[in-house]
T-cell receptor, first 112, second 113 residues
Framework: NAGVTQTPKFRVLKTGQSMTLLCAQDMNHEYMYWYRQDPGMGLRLIHY???????AKGEVPDGYNVSRLKKQNFLLGLESAAPSQTSVYFCASSYLGQYEQYFGPGTRLTVT | KQEVTQIPAALSVPEGENLVLNCSFT??????LQWFRQDPGKGLTSLLLIQSSQREQTSGRLNASLDKSSGRSTLYIAASQPGDSATYLC????????????FGQGTELSVKP
């Protein structure tokens, strides 16, 4: 079992560029989540999904879009990157909402 | 609005010491509480999950307790080792929120040989 994997591990973008972060899990989990982690702000939920084909907004969704076309994949998109989106992005999954969450290794994104 | 606080922000102890990490939350209507470990530059690893109906959970040298009425949880680490050095985060899951966790800022633990 690979668990939760994230692609890419590092990325540098210029302001206004777009990109997609890919999260994949092989545990057949229903729920998937995208968080960002910033110094002094802790981890904050961006978007989440409670099953294939569903998405919902979290605490800080502005500037991001997500899609869950397949149960094992959860994509996070930045349409027009801004320096404020410089952060470490973590994906997580859980069997159902009330079960423990398993995290990926993170993607470090810098927007210049 | 739920707020989760972890004090202290950093802690340094000698190897072998028993220690307690604290987590407090402002709204007691939680579904469960999770403790995580994060090593530098890495993702989070789940250590223990306590359901709101439970008082404590144990895994090896780790013991987590939960007092919902007072809005507090503690993570007890017995016989600390240098390999325990990491940042420890607690997170609460509010009822009906479908697993959306609210995190504390974490306690950075350093265990000196």
């Amino acid at each position: 079992n690979a668990g939760v994997t994230q692609t890419p591990k590092f990325r540098v973008l210029k302001t206004g560029q777009s990109m997609t972060l890919l999260c994949a899990q092989d545990m057949n989990h229903e729920y998937m989540y995208w968080y960002r982690q910033d110094p002094g702000m802790g981890l904050r939920l961006i978007h989440y999904s409670v099953g294939e084909g569903t998405t919902a907004k979290g605490e800080v969704p502005d500037g991001y879009n997500v899609s869950r076309l397949k149960k094992q994949n959860f994509l996070l998109g930045l349409e027009s990157a801004a320096p404020s989106q410089t952060s470490v992005y973590f994906c997580a999954s859980s069997y159902l909402g009330q079960y423990e969450q398993y995290f990926g290794p993170g993607t470090r994104l810098t927007v210049t | 609005k739920q707020e989760v606080t972890q004090i202290p922000a950093a802690l340094s102890v000698p190897e072998g010491e028993n220690l307690v990490l604290n987590c407090s939350f402002t709204d007691s209507a939680i579904y469960n509480l999770q403790w995580f470990r994060q090593d530098p530059g890495k993702g989070l690893t789940s250590l223990l999950l306590i359901q709101s109906s439970q008082r404590e959970q144990t895994s090896g040298r780790l013991n987590a307790s939960l007092d919902k009425s007072s809005g507090r949880s503690t993570l007890y680490i017995a016989a600390s080792q240098p390999g325990d050095s990491a940042t420890y985060l607690c997170a609460v899951d509010m009822k009906g929120w479908g697993g959306k966790l609210i995190f504390g800022q974490g306690t950075e633990l350093s265990v000196k040989p």
